[in-house]
Nanobody
Framework: QVQLVESGGGLVQAGGSLRLSCAAS????????LGWYRQASGSERDLVAT???????MYADSVKGRFTISRDNAKNTVYLQMDSLKPEDTAVYYC???????????WGQGTQVTVSS
């Protein structure tokens, strides 16, 4: 079991920046993958970025060059730095953790990001 708590969402103007944080209830070093997903109103939940235990990262095309995912194993926290934000980035952002054993995925409760034009 992993509990995840996101923070850092809010309202920002287009072109601005936000940094999301996701604090885990256990050591993230032992987790297979950590990621950020987002769900806009009326849409499905989509992948934003992931990072593995070996620090390998992957990004959705829509955020490449603007968002950066990182992890701090000592703090059991994963971050999403979001720069050059656009109105279309408006969504609820969810943190997710994948385990090695059982291939389970755990989700946080989500944090709202709203980008005004």
């Amino acid at each position: 079991q992993v509990q995840l708590v996101e923070s850092g969402g809010g309202l920002v103007q287009a072109g601005g920046s936000l940094r999301l944080s996701c604090a885990a209830s256990r050591r993230i070093f032992g987790l297979k993958r950590l990621g950020w997903y987002r769900q806009a109103s009326g849409s499905e939940r989509d992948l934003v970025a992931t990072i593995t235990t070996s620090e390998s990262t992957m990004y959705a095309d829509s955020v490449k060059g603007r968002f950066t995912i990182s992890r701090d194993n000592a703090k059991n926290t994963v971050y999403l730095q979001m720069d050059s934000l656009k109105p279309e980035d408006t969504a609820v952002y969810y943190c997710a953790a994948d385990t090695f054993v059982g291939s389970n995925r755990y989700w946080g409760q989500g944090t709202q990001v709203t980008v005004s034009s």
